[in-house]
């Protein structure tokens, strides 16, 4: 599985791909960036599982199962969408599309790591799927906390992580360039 730094990266250019159709804050009540903690938060949702993992010491049994199904994503990322209509009265579908992307694409990425694969289809089934191409070397539970193969996930994480900024920041300014044909004809 990839670590926090890819998921949240990828999270977050989810969010600045998106804030600009986002609600926008009427009242200023909240001094944080409430939506970018909801669309990165449901980047690293999934991984809540490795909580009881730690706790029981047993990575196999409870981490990478149920919660990263992409069928499990749709009431996850409905009940979060009528969260935040709720707070924001907006478009409650361009919430849930966010919020579904945000979920999957973690389990999309897990699948795309090396590994034992996820339950990307449960409970419809309980195979785990892994891509034949790993494009995300991930972390190694098996070798330990402290191991110094978790240093190349780091840096190829961020190397990832630094390059999609790049293509976001790319996009937004290629976005908001005017196009130069159509403004000479008029």
């Not at 706790?55 to 979060?80: C, E, G, Q, W």
């Not at 389990?107 to 790591?113: C, F, G």
Request: with cysteine.
């Amino acid at each position: 599985m990839p670590s926090p730094i890819a998921h949240l990266g990828v999270g977050y250019a989810i969010y600045r791909h998106y804030k600009h159709k986002l609600p926008v804050d009427q009242k200023h009540i909240w001094k944080f960036p409430l939506k970018m903690i909801m669309v990165t938060g449901l980047s690293m949702l999934p991984d809540l599982d490795v909580i009881p993992a730690i706790v029981f010491r047993d990575m196999k049994t409870y981490h990478n199962n149920i919660s990263h199904s992409l069928l499990f994503a749709i009431p996850v990322a409905f009940l979060v969408a009528l969260l935040f209509r709720s707070i924001y009265r907006s478009n409650s579908w361009l919430l849930f599309l966010i919020c579904l992307l945000s979920y999957d694409l973690h389990i999309i990425m897990d699948a795309l790591t090396p590994e034992r694969g996820v339950m990307m289809f449960w409970p419809l089934s309980q195979n785990r799927f892994v891509s034949p191409i790993g494009i995300f070397y991930g972390l190694k539970w098996g070798f330990g906390w402290f191991s110094i193969w978790h240093l190349w996930t780091i840096v190829s994480e961020s190397v990832f992580v630094l390059v999609l900024m790049v293509v976001m920041n790319y996009l937004d300014k290629r976005n908001k360039k005017p196009n130069t044909v159509f403004s000479q004809a008029g």
